[in-house]
């Protein structure tokens, strides 16, 4: 059982937008920045957004996140097929030394 | 160009012991905090080790005691060696960067997030 809640799943259609949550308290999404991985299985995950709501260069725009309180979450708009994989939320933890932790993870199908 | 070539994976009996290594160019390995992430069959990604660039070493509970996170400057090359290896370990192992974010002149490690990623190695406990 992570200490990041997320849904294992979410869908939508191309064109679509879809966002999925990311849950914790205050050790972790409460206190510490949010980061958000893509994973396309078989491949290596990719860095989406740092500290909050923050893309790298590369990272197409139709990619958002945000935080309030110990809640986070990812938005993905003009969904496209290639947008079809697992995507996680990870946070330091205030409680686990030196490592931070990582949502269980969230399917994402383009229907 | 920045990357991290991962390699040791193997299948290995339980009990055993195995060397992964994860070797960097177009960076040094010493100056990032470098992590280990495993995803087990059916799982989703696992936090296992880090190594700060100070030196300092963190291990996730299920593996402290049993995996060592090191690396070799002269070699640019990031390391986990396990021992004692049980079925639960069967995984893929990924080495990551944890990138850094200047801010005001101040550089921040581990601020930007794992940037970089190997490409994976598979390691079978059975």
């Known amino acids: 059982q992570s200490l990041l809640t997320q849904p294992p799943s979410a869908s939508g259609t191309p064109g679509q937008r879809v966002t999925i949550s990311c849950s914790g308290s205050?050790?972790?999404?409460?206190?510490?920045?949010v980061y958000w991985y893509q994973h396309i299985p078989g491949t290596a995950p990719k860095l989406l957004i740092y500290?909050?709501?923050q893309r790298p260069s590369g990272v197409p725009d139709r990619f958002s996140a945000s935080k309030s309180g110990t809640s986070a979450s990812l938005a993905i708009s003009g969904l496209r097929s290639e947008d079809e994989a697992h995507y996680y939320c990870?946070?330091?933890?205030?409680?686990?030394?030196?490592?931070?932790?990582f949502g269980g993870g969230t399917k994402l199908t383009v229907l | 160009e920045v990357q991290l070539v991962q390699s040791g994976g193997k299948l290995v009996q339980p009990g055993g012991s195995l060397r992964l290594s994860c070797a960097a160019s177009?960076?040094?390995?010493?100056?990032?905090?470098m992590s280990w992430v495993r995803q087990a069959p059916g799982k989703g990604l696992e936090w296992v080790s880090v190594?700060?660039?100070?030196?300092?070493?963190f291990y996730a509970d299920s593996v402290k005691g049993r995996f060592t996170i090191s690396r070799d400057n002269s070699m640019n090359t990031l390391y986990l060696q396990m021992n004692s290896l049980r079925a639960e370990d069967t995984a893929v192992y990924y080495c990551?960067?944890?990138?850094?974010?200047?801010?005001?002149?101040?550089?921040?490690?581990?601020?930007?997030?794992?940037?970089?990623w190997g490409q994976g190695t598979t390691v079978t406990v059975s």
């Open positions: 990551a960067r944890e990138g850094t974010i200047t801010i005001s002149g101040v550089v921040i490690p581990r601020g930007y997030g794992m940037d970089v």
């Open positions: 177009g960076f040094t390995v010493s100056s990032n905090y």
């Open positions: 190594i700060y660039s100070g030196g300092s070493t």
């Open positions: 205050s050790s972790n999404v409460g206190s510490n920045y």
């Open positions: 500290r909050n709501n």
């Open positions: 990870a946070a330091w933890d205030d409680s686990l030394r030196g490592l931070g932790v």
